[in-house]
């Protein structure tokens, strides 16, 4: 069965302390992965598509890889204003559609 | 200039009841999505569609019927609510379906009591 696992379920750290979070999937085949980020009360926010293992992107303080079987979000001197909740989804191969499939997130708390 | 809207962003009602969600976007995308996010925070894909037609039709109980007038419009509509349908709603949309990141709305808190 097709599956996301994302951990920890909740980071906090100080500001400026960097960190990884980490999402782990099982999919027959992978056609992308995708990191979202959510505020409370709001929808997910798309940031980062990776198709192919050893992808990296990179946003401001974040940076995405991907390897086979698991993806990283690294975050560089985290600030305040990066406390959220960071969701990762995949989509299978095998999907015809645009279904995907996502964990239930790491909630990341900085602290000033 | 919101990109994904919906409408109403919390409803509270009785069980048995009747209730819509309405969204719409205006990013020219062709394909729509209901996503449930249960207290766990999980999200489920509900339905999908593109072009106007159903191409995702998950395991939901049939008190839920989507309906997309245009490709700008994806609503939603549940008969008889149940307790268990108390959850954050979540319409996004995508142009095309092969891989791309979606846009999502901000949510429709429904609690059902």
């Known amino acids: 069965e097709d599956q996301v696992t994302q951990s920890p379920e909740a980071l906090r750290l100080q500001e400026g302390e960097s960190s990884s979070l980490n999402c782990s999937y099982t999919v027959s085949g992978l056609r992308g992965l995708f990191w979202y980020r959510q505020d409370p009360g709001k929808g997910p926010e798309f940031l980062f598509t990776l198709y192919s293992a050893g992808e990296e992107k990179e946003k401001e303080r974040l940076k995405a890889t991907l390897t086979k079987k698991e993806s990283f979000l690294h975050i560089t001197a985290p600030k305040p204003e990066d406390s959220a909740t960071y969701l990762c989804a995949v989509q299978p191969e095998y999907s015809s559609a645009s279904k995907i499939i996502f964990g239930s997130g790491t909630r990341l708390s900085i602290r000033p | 200039d919101t990109a994904v809207s919906q409408t109403p962003k919390y409803l509270v009602t009785q069980m048995g009841n009747d209730k819509s969600i309405k969204c719409e976007q205006n990013l020219g995308h062709d394909t729509m999505y209901w996503y449930k996010q249960d207290s766990k925070k999980f999200l489920k894909i509900m339905f999908s569609?593109?072009?106007?037609?159903?191409?995702i039709n998950e395991t939901v109980p049939n008190r839920f019927s989507p309906k997309s007038p245009d490709k700008a419009h994806l609503n939603l509509h549940i008969n008889s609510l149940e307790l268990g349908d108390s959850a954050v709603y979540f319409c996004?949309?995508?142009?095309?379906?092969?891989?791309?990141?979606?846009?999502f709305g901000s949510g429709t808190r429904l609690t059902v009591v």
């Open positions: 569609y593109n072009n106007k037609e159903l191409i």
């Open positions: 996004a949309s995508s142009q095309g379906i092969q891989g791309r990141g979606y846009t």
